[in-house]
């Protein structure tokens, strides 16, 4: 708390501090003593205060007007204007969760209009009012995101979100702000709950078709699938992965792993032949529909289509263990295509010759012993083949020794 105060101190003339309030995630943050990860202040402040103050007035498609600025001791910093510091109840009551409906003076009082330190302490989401999610609908994807974050849902809450059709208001809203949600969610300590919600409650199937047609979808024959549907197996895959790391691009391509299978025609159910192969271009255009950052498609589009033959590493002949890591770099999932892999067929990977196989390939050509002159007198067309035939001597040979 001092921290951040201090640096919000620092940022404004004495004589307006008791104008400038900390709100919203920072008090929330604060009070459950974990690190502060945005600073987010209302102010009573001018326009001619905040532009000579630095701060830039920035209006969203769907969102209300804020100013902001970038500070080197905080990072950016947004602001709430305020008519009027009596105006602060006000403000606090149009948020989404009583947990965020809370503001700190620079002094540390905090303000609690909505008694949400209860709810805090009690680990509990309560919308601030009726008009929640009317006013801003994507605030129930904020609301499935903090359930993956262990927090509970009263029923208040759930009925907001159960008693209309959110199809039409949600299709006003930019599909970047949903992926934002999706995303944070993946880095949350349960993150399969944000998917489980979205099922639960019906809402974002504009969005996420995908997700909502995986129940219906058996996941493969019951001898090797007897979770049964595509829908609880990815969940359990994303469970496993979740356990040994919190990177959200891991978990994203763990949950999304068979996205291929949805292709798959039900004359062909249980088997998915094919569905790696398939789930290429799906991924690519996946992503790119939920405006996600490139390296999700590309990174996705690779885990669906190596993960089966990673699986298979035991079967595999060396040159495609070679190629299968060369493949892996070039995508950037050599850390993400061994744990997907391992959850989705637990005890089916070898991580130990699979990093012997990574350091192959990432040796250049004088690396691997090869007498350059007599290389750039090979024809061409000759070279690739020579090279991978030295790469897999020198698995074979690095492999052997480490047993």
């Known amino acids: 708390m001092n921290s951040a105060i201090a640096c919000i101190k620092k940022l404004f003339p004495t004589e307006i501090h008791g104008r400038i309030f900390l709100v919203g995630g920072a008090v929330r943050d604060i009070l459950l ?3 502060t990860r945005d600073i987010d202040l209302a102010a009573a402040l001018t326009p001619d205060e905040f532009i000579t103050l630095g701060f830039r ?8 007007a804020i100013w902001f600025r970038h500070a080197a001791e905080a990072g950016i910093i947004e602001v709430t204007p305020l008519p009027d510091t009596s105006e602060l109840a006000v403000d606090l009551g149009r948020r989404d969760f009583s947990i965020n409906a809370m503001a700190m003076t620079l002094t540390g ?43 509970t849902m009263n029923a208040d809450t759930e009925g907001l979100i159960r008693e209309q059709d959110w199809n039409a ?60 549907d595509l829908c609880t197996h990815s969940i359990q895959v994303l469970q496993r992965v979740a356990a040994v790391t919190s990177d959200p691009l891991t ?42 950052p490139a390296q999700y498609g590309t990174a996705l589009a690779w885990v669906s289509s190596l993960h089966g033959t990673f699986n298979l590493w035991d079967q595999l002949r060396d040159s495609t263990r070679i190629k299968l890591a060369e493949q892996a770099g070039k995508a950037g999932i050599a850390e993400i295509l061994p744990l997907v892999a391992a959850a989705d067929k637990p005890g089916g990977s070898r991580p130990e010759e699979w990093r012997t196989a990574l350091a192959t390939v990432g040796l250049s050509a004088g690396d691997l012993g090869i007498d ?18 030295q790469r897999i001597e020198h698995f074979r040979s690095t492999r052997t020794s480490s047993i």
């Open 372 to 389: 350059l002159q007599m290389l750039g007198e090979m024809q061409p067309s000759k070279r690739g083949e020579y090279i991978m035939q």
């Open 169 to 228: 208001a949600l299709a006003a809203i930019p599909v970047e702000r949903f992926s934002r949600e999706l995303l944070k969610a993946m880095g949350m300590r349960e993150p399969e709950r944000f998917y489980q919600a979205m099922l639960e409650f019906g809402v974002g199937r504009s969005w996420l078709p995908e997700l909502f047609r995986m129940p219906a979808i058996p996941a493969g024959p019951l001898e090797h699938h007897p979770e049964g």
């Open 109 to 151: 009082e905090v303000v609690d209009p909505l008694d949400g330190r209860s709810d805090l302490d009690h680990g509990l989401l309560r919308a601030c009012g009726g008009r929640t999610f009317v006013d801003d609908p994507l605030r129930i994807f904020r609301a499935f995101r903090f359930l993956a974050d262990g927090w």
């Open 57 to 64: 007035l920035v209006e969203g498609r769907s969102t209300s």
């Open 251 to 292: 978990r994203f391509c763990a949950f999304f792993h068979d996205i291929g299978k949805l292709s798959t025609s039900p004359v062909l159910y249980p088997r998915h032949h094919g569905h790696d192969q398939a789930g290429f271009a799906m991924a690519i255009d996946f992503c790119r529909r939920l405006r996600l």
């Open 33 to 35: 003593k974990q690190e």
